[in-house]
C-alpha cells in the first residue's frame, strides 16, 4: 500500500477498494471462514476498515497509515455511506447528516480491546 494515499500511486479511494468486499454482506455465503478470510485479504493490503451492512469493523494495523486528515475527512462529506469505501469518517457523516437532515437522535458505539487505539 502506498504511505501516501494524496501524493502517491492511486487514489487512496481506488486503493481502499482493491482487496476483498468492502461489504460482507455481499458475500455469497456469510460464514466464519468467509468472513475471517475477506477481513484477512484486506489486511494484509493494509486495508482496516470493512463494512457488513451498517456496522464497520476496524482492525489495528498497529502502524499509523495515511487514510486520515483534512482532504479525507472532505472526501466524506455530503457523501452516502456506499459512495466511498469504507471508513470511519463515512460514518460520522451518516450520522451528522441523519442528525441534521431527519432530526433523529443518533448512537455510535465503538468497541475494542482496552489499548487497541480506539
Not at 502506498?2 to 500511486?9: C, K, V
Request: with cysteine; charged share 20%; proline share 5%.
Amino acid at each position: 500500500m502506498p504511505q501516501n494515499f494524496l501524493n502517491e500511486g492511486p487514489a487512496w479511494k481506488d486503493v481502499m477498494s482493491q482487496s476483498g468486499l468492502d461489504d460482507m454482506t455481499l458475500l455469497s455465503k456469510l460464514t466464519n471462514e468467509q468472513i475471517m478470510q475477506n477481513l484477512k485479504e484486506r489486511f494484509d493490503n493494509g486495508i482496516i476498515y470493512t463494512n457488513i451492512g451498517e456496522v464497520l469493523i476496524s482492525m489495528n494495523p498497529y502502524q499509523w497509515l495515511q487514510i486520515f486528515g483534512p482532504e479525507i475527512i472532505q472526501s466524506y462529506v455530503g457523501k452516502a455511506r456506499i459512495e466511498l469505501p469504507p471508513h470511519i469518517y463515512g460514518v460520522a457523516e451518516q450520522a451528522y447528516r441523519t442528525m441534521v437532515n431527519e432530526r433523529e437522535n443518533q448512537c455510535i458505539l465503538i468497541t475494542g480491546e482496552s489499548g487497541a487505539g480506539k
